[in-house]
């Protein structure tokens, strides 16, 4: 089945600029989309189409594609930045129209 | 104002059916692009796609899952129900349903989550 591979931590001091990637084959052909969990909460997505920005979301948080990788960039990192992030996709086939990747735990140190 | 709330039993018995409503308000099912899915996510652990329906009843579900599930909707009370056959104490996780939306230039998104229900399974 596909799968979407994400690093299981990330960290970064305050004011910094957090990097969260997730690879997939078939990202080339397919959007990419973000979402933020807080503890305890539901997700909001924070990124779609690989790179637009919901209204809400701040302008902190951008996105970007590059191959079969995609990027969740956090610019300035804030403490309430702190949180798990999760990409979403699907595959090329139509098997399976979505795939949630294994969630990245962004600490802010 | 697009809400979805999700309801059911807090905790079922091995080999037994779960069902799940998720009531929500806000949309139409009936409307071109719009879809309702399923989502779970075990304690501590990532989120697991599950399963989704569709403004045109289409029904997809996970491969891994398949065999287990069942999605339906009630447009006219705007429920989405999801059944899971013969559950297992790894299913125990909170089950969360989602607004999904879909369109040719922006592919597939969940724009609205339900808080929430926390499953147990456990005899």
């Known amino acids: 089945s596909y799968e979407l591979t994400q690093p299981p931590s990330v960290s970064v001091s305050p004011g910094q600029t957090a990097r969260i990637t997730c690879s997939g084959d078939a990202l080339p052909k397919q959007y990419a989309y973000w979402y933020q969990q807080k503890p305890g909460q539901a997700p909001v997505l924070v990124i779609y189409?690989?790179?637009e920005r919901p209204s809400g979301i701040p302008e902190r948080f951008s996105g970007s594609s590059s191959g079969t990788t995609v990027t969740l960039t956090i610019s300035g990192v804030q403490a309430e930045d702190e949180a798990d992030y999760y990409c979403q996709s699907a595959d090329s086939s139509g098997t399976s129209p979505v795939v949630f990747g294994g969630g990245t735990k962004l600490t802010v140190l | 104002q697009v809400t979805l709330r999700e309801s059911g039993p807090a905790l079922v018995k091995p080999t037994q059916t779960l069902t799940l409503t998720c009531t929500f308000s806000?949309?139409?099912?009936?409307?071109?692009?719009?879809?309702v899915s399923w989502i779970r996510q075990p304690p501590g652990k990532a989120l697991e796609w599950l399963a989704l329906?569709?403004?045109?009843?289409?029904?997809y579900y996970s491969t891994s899952l398949k065999t287990r599930l069942t999605i339906s909707k009630d447009t006219s009370k705007n429920q989405v129900v999801l059944t899971m056959t013969n559950m297992d104490p790894v299913d125990t996780a909170t089950y969360y349903c989602?607004?999904?939306?879909?369109?040719?230039?922006?592919?597939?998104?969940?724009?609205?989550w339900g808080q929430g229900t926390l499953v147990t399974v456990s005899s």
């Open positions: 189409k690989d790179s």
């Open positions: 329906i569709d403004w045109d009843d289409d029904k």
């Open positions: 989602a607004r999904m939306i879909v369109g040719a230039t922006i592919g597939r998104f969940f724009d609205y």
């Open positions: 806000g949309f139409s099912l009936s409307t071109s692009g719009m879809c």
